[in-house]
């Protein structure tokens, strides 16, 4: 009974994302929005350092961000037909209806600072998700990540152009070039497998002495790790009075961020994967109103349909209220943003390609952020 109860619970306990979705170490959920196109909008938030670094050159105020939690999920409204009438004692028709039904949860908080040409960011994030696969043969795919540790960042700036202040009122008009660079520190926990339901690798893992979950986790190959990641960036702005134009490209984690193994487990950390994205990006501010349209190429290395590398995306304010729309990798996003001070609130829906292919396996998610006493001082 013990050794049933501890598989139903490392099943339930370890959920995460499978193969085929390119991740990150930490996205804005205003980004998620707008279709995740964010390169040349990446001062926009607090999530600065995660996109490009150079976009600290265009920062003229210092701004600090204590409390951001934010929860992401899977989007349930999306699957309500596989819920219907849902079988209670069939074991084979309850598995017909979870087959290929992602199971995903995000939990993080990234407090930051930033000021002029430099940021520094703490983060504690947690992704979990599960899905099964392929009826004739039932497999689990499982991964399951915990990232720690802390983000900083400087950039170099030419030119007079795009200055702005509270609120993004251009000060200045003319070119501006920025160049900046980012150091990461990650302390990472990980399990990425596949997992054979017909198989007994699991139970014959359980009956060799495995005690607790966390003995089973690493027994299956949960790994703890440590290392550091590096970021380079580049923006170059146009400000014409009230409009700003903006031409960016960013390298997150160069050359791979590796870990260097904490424990006695054999298994490897999971890696972050180096990405390389291209971003352009408008914009124009009338102080009660506020527009941006934003079109990203994301992660153009890494071996995947062109397609899925697109995202495309905008926002409308008016007043305290901000809409958000986009398209990224072949699915729609949209959400809103609602701003009363000391509370920031941000909701929607956006889609993530989990398979191989351009539109092959959605996955629906929920986003929701509370925002607690921003700060925002002009020097």
Do not use: C
Not at 46 to 73: D, H, K, M, W
């Amino acid at each position: 009974m013990m050794k049933n109860s501890l598989l139903l619970l490392f099943i339930f306990s370890s959920l995460s994302t499978f193969a085929g979705e390119i991740t990150y170490l930490a996205r804005s959920p205003r980004a998620l929005l707008m279709g995740d196109a964010y390169t040349a909008l990446a001062n926009d938030d607090e999530y600065t350092l995660f996109y490009n670094p150079a976009a600290l050159g265009l920062n003229q105020s210092v701004s600090i961000t204590p409390l951001n939690p934010n929860i992401g999920l899977t989007n349930a409204l999306d699957e309500l037909d596989r819920f219907e009438n849902f079988p209670s004692s069939d074991t084979a028709a309850i598995a017909d209806r979870l087959l290929g039904f992602p199971v995903y949860l995000h939990l993080d908080g990234i407090p930051t600072i930033k000021m002029p040409f430099f940021a520094i960011s703490l983060f504690a994030s947690s992704t979990t998700s599960l899905v099964l696969r392929n009826a004739v043969h039932p497999a689990l795919n499982v991964k399951y990540s915990l990232d720690k540790g802390f983000a900083t960042g400087f950039a170099f700036s030419f030119g007079k152009g795009a200055k702005r202040k509270k609120g993004s009122k251009i000060v200045s008009t003319g070119h501006r070039t920025s160049v900046g660079l980012g150091v990461k520190f990650i302390k990472r926990e990980g399990l990425d497998s596949e997992f054979d339901l017909f198989s007994t690798d699991i139970l014959n893992t359980v009956s060799n002495g495995v005690e607790n979950v966390s003995d089973l986790r690493e027994a299956l190959g949960y790994a703890k790790g440590k290392g550091w990641g590096f970021d380079l960036g580049i923006d170059h702005a146009i400000s014409t009075g009230m409009t700003e134009y903006h031409l960016a490209a960013s390298i997150l984690d160069v050359a791979d961020t590796k870990f260097r193994k904490i424990g006695v487990s054999d298994e490897s950390v999971p890696r972050q994967d180096m990405a390389i994205n291209l971003g352009a990006s408008a914009k124009q501010n009338f102080k009660l109103i506020e527009w941006s349209l934003a079109l990203d190429f994301h992660s153009i290395n890494q071996p995947v349909d062109y397609r899925r590398m697109i995202g495309v995306g905008g926002s409308f304010r008016i007043f305290n209220v901000e809409f958000l729309a986009g398209f990224n990798q072949g699915y729609p996003s949209y959400g809103v943003s609602l701003n009363l001070w000391p509370i920031k609130l941000t909701a929607g829906f956006y889609g993530v390609e989990l398979g191989e292919k351009y539109r092959e396996e959605k996955g629906s998610r929920a986003i929701l952020q509370l925002s607690l006493l921003d700060i925002e001082l002009d020097l």
